[in-house]
């Protein structure tokens, strides 16, 4: 691969503190070195990317997402979902295990590996499933997933009842040093719910889902994570109440990570008005009130990483009655225009912005990504942050279409993107062919 | 565009008047020797019900054909519905048959908007969905009253109007309440907080609601007392105890009503549940509108129907989101 020199962008890594004006000089797959402008004009034999009047940034990091493959092909394949993703700024995507079967062997882990190398698109980090078949009676086999490629352990969208059960996975995984990501619902609480359980809920006559079903399961996690010294991730906290809790226990020295999903930053109840399916989700859109203490843990720090949640769901699946509709929505690639839309409104610094996509997420889980610190994988995002452009159809990569974002003017727009040096992207479309 | 009836959500006063004056029109043509008029001869209009009702598919049923239309009656949830057909499929399939109307009935809430959103040239009348709402119940609900008063010399507005039981789960409750307050009269909620939680104070977006957990301090000089039907699974479903202890606490008598709210009218959806909602007593006494309300329903329902299949004047007016 020949070395590249990313020249005349403004540098944002929040791990090392940049935020200036830097070139990058990108070799053998890794940044070897970031300088000044113009330290490199000397550099012969290398490609020249001009980066002027852009971002250059690490590649986003997403801890969230559903790949469906194997099983479920016609909603989303690591394929196309790899490919959403390094289109959306995004250079490694966690992918939950609700795959059918569920990822519980390495088998299944080594499978979807092998379809993210023949993809070539951004790195696939398969999540293990925390017990077999995600049917919370038996423990996965821990060793044998991570030996295989898994980064982390959840259930993703059942949750593990059993407390019991809970209690031994985090101990076991404690010689693994991984976390284990908790979709966080007590069933009997949320009870068949299919919106956030309010005033609205009660106008709209849909089932309610109280934001105290998540409290008490971000509670209970919190205590095991003091019991066992284990490492919790809060997947997708959406709730004002669980980021107190959040906050107190990091306060109290808790090994404890949380994410929070774009949609439930800038969407809320009301978007449900109107009994659109692509506005349901897990956990539901909240009222404002839940809003403010999302933005109030973004600002503070509480909050580790944005993740995506990125669920593609089929039109039929979603073209029914509203309680018949399958849960979540796409977010590969609106997540980090969503991104640049709050950082630009002022919600958070632009350094905030990038960790929150790269350098949290990657700590969350402990992953070598989301810098450009020199030595690392020269996974680089080059994003014209004033670039408007009309969120559509036509733009998803993905195999389904399930967004409300569709229709919106994002703002902030993928240029060039790299993974391990070699470019994914150009000119804001995926390079003709990523296996080369 | 077409006009459909969704809900009470967004009518106004007059909207309602309109609606109430056309079905009065129809209360008098329904004591005729000769009951049909041609009003919507040529038109069809189909009932698709999904969920199992008697006296509403009934009262649509009598409406059209009184008004001289084809009507044909869907049981849904015994048809298609069961062989996998998707909700959407199915009423496209009716919608190509060409009906002027479609009525549905629907167990999931937002239901007949999801249809109205899809069709193109069929009304939708709601008969009832979910939990969300009910408008032609409210209407006859509102008919009723209004017979009532009229006969005291008093009006529809003004009033202080107490819905007593399970106001979480019922459409009626919620179509009835934005009616009243279109109207500017004062509502009460009466329940347990398990079926009338105190957030309902703010769903409506009114003032004028207010939610009291005491039947005889909720009673208090209402003037219409509507009791809400309790579903018996709600016991299972862990919302009261068992009926026996809702009653206890809950069950309309002639004796509360006498002392807490003496003029008081009663009405209630059906059907009854003697002994736990409602006693025998207040059900069968003079105050109690149940029968006139299933009377006032075919002229409500032929109201609705010949106003949304155009065979009323101007069409001009909202009729509801």
């Known amino acids: 691969m020949q070395p590249v020199v990313i020249e005349g ?18 070799r053998h797959g890794l940044v070897e070195a970031i300088e000044a402008p113009g330290a490199f004009r000397s550099a012969g034999d290398v490609r020249r990317v001009d980066a002027s009047g852009k971002w250059v940034m690490p590649g986003c990091v997403d801890l969230h997402v559903h790949l469906r493959e194997p099983g479920e092909e016609w909603k989303e394949t690591v394929q196309t979902g790899a490919e959403a993703a390094v289109l959306g700024g995004y250079t490694a995507i966690c992918c939950m295990p609700n795959t059918k079967p569920a990822n519980d062997s390495a088998e299944i882990t080594r499978y979807i590996l ?40 959840s259930d993703d969208g059942d949750p593990v009842a059993d407390a019991g059960l809970m209690r ?10 991984l976390p284990i990501a908790c979709h966080e619902e007590d069933r009997n609480l949320s009870c068949g719910g299919c919106m956030n359980e309010s005033p609205l809920s009660l106008r709209m006559g849909l089932k309610g889902f109280p934001g105290v079903a998540e409290d008490v399961m971000i509670a209970r996690d919190i205590e095991l994570a003091r019991f066992t010294k284990g490492k919790v991730h809060i997947c997708h906290v959406s709730t004002a109440r669980g980021v107190d809790l959040i906050r107190r226990a990091k306060n109290d020295g808790i090994e404890i990570t949380c994410e929070v999903a774009p949609h439930h930053l800038l969407l809320n109840e009301e978007s449900v008005v109107g009994y659109d399916t692509n506005c349901k989700m897990m956990p539901p859109l909240k009222a404002s009130e839940d809003v403010k203490g999302l933005f109030a843990g973004l600002a503070d720090g509480t909050i580790d990483a944005i993740a995506s949640d990125h669920a593609p769901h089929d039109r039929d699946s979603k073209q029914v009655e509203f309680s018949r509709a399958t849960v979540g929505i796409l977010g590969l690639q609106t997540s980090l225009p969503l991104a640049v839309e709050m950082c630009l409104a002022g919600a958070i610094s632009r350094t905030r912005m990038v960790d929150l996509l790269c350098s949290g ?15 690392s994988a020269a996974d680089v995002v080059v994003l014209d942050p004033r670039r408007e452009w009309l969120f559509s159809e036509e733009s998803i990569r993905s195999k389904s279409k399930n967004s409300p974002f569709l229709g919106r003017k994002l703002v902030g727009a993928t240029q060039h993107v790299f993974v391990g040096g070699k470019q994914v992207v150009a000119d804001g479309g995926l390079v003709a062919d990523l296996l080369k | 565009m077409t006009d459909h009836l969704l809900g009470m959500t967004g009518l106004s006063k007059v909207d309602i008047f309109r609606y109430l004056d056309v079905a009065q029109a129809f209360v008098e043509v329904s004591e005729r020797d000769n009951k049909k008029v041609p009003d919507l001869r040529g038109k069809t209009v189909v009932n698709i019900f999904f969920e199992p009702s008697t006296r509403t598919l009934a009262s649509f049923d009598i409406a059209g054909k009184r008004l001289s239309a084809d009507t044909i009656n869907v049981n849904a949830s015994s048809s298609s519905m069961q062989k996998g057909e998707t909700l959407l499929d199915t009423v496209r399939t009716i919608e190509s048959m060409n009906p002027d109307v479609l009525v549905i009935r629907h167990s999931e809430s937002g239901a007949p908007h999801f249809v109205a959103k899809h069709l193109t040239r069929t009304a939708v009348v709601n008969a009832g969905d979910g939990a969300h709402e009910h408008p032609t119940q409210a209407l006859l609900d509102l008919l009723t009253i209004r017979q009532h008063f009229a006969a005291e010399g008093r009006g529809l507005e003004g009033l202080r109007v107490g819905f007593v039981g399970d106001v979480r789960h019922s459409r ?32 409506f977006g009114s003032d004028d609601v207010s939610v009291v957990h005491n039947l005889a301090e909720g009673l208090q000089d209402l003037d219409v007392v509507v009791c809400l039907r309790m579903q018996l699974e709600r016991q299972d479903q862990n919302f009261v105890p068992n009926l026996d202890e809702y009653s206890k606490e809950y069950c309309l008598s002639e004796r509360l009503l006498m002392r807490h709210a003496p003029r008081s009218v009663v009405l209630h959806p059906g059907p009854l549940n003697r002994g736990t909602e409602i006693s025998g007593e207040v059900a069968d006494g003079p ?28 069409r001009t007016m909202s009729l509801g989101r």
């Not at chain 1, 962008?9 to 990108?26: C, E, P, R, S, Y």
């Not at chain 1, 997420?361 to 030595?375: D, E, K, M, V």
């Not at chain 2, 329903?297 to 109201?303: E, F, L, N, P």
């Open chain 2, 287 to 314: 105050r109690s509108l149940v029968l006139r309300q299933v009377n006032n329903g075919v002229a409500v329902r032929m109201a609705v129907l010949s106003i949304l299949a155009g065979s009323v004047e101007s």
């Open chain 1, 9 to 26: 962008g403004h540098v944002i890594d929040a791990a090392t503190g940049l935020d200036g004006n830097f070139d990058v000089l990108v």
């Open chain 1, 361 to 375: 997420p990657a700590r969350a889980f402990g992953l070598p990504y989301g810098t450009l610190r020199p030595g």
């Open chain 2, 172 to 203: 009626v409750a919620r179509s009835n309440v934005w009616a009243h307050l279109a109207l500017g009269n004062k509502i009460r909620l009466i329940g347990p907080p398990t079926l009338v939680p105190a957030d309902f104070i703010k769903v």
């Open chain 1, 114 to 153: 092998e379809k993210a190398r023949a993809a070539g698109a951004a790195r696939v980090l398969p999540i293990g499933a925390v017990s077999m078949e995600r049917k919370g009676k038996n423990l996965a086999p821990y060793s044998e997933l991570a030996k295989a490629g898994c980064v982390a352990f």
């Open chain 1, 168 to 177: 031994r996975a985090l101990e076991w995984c404690l010689m693994l040093g």
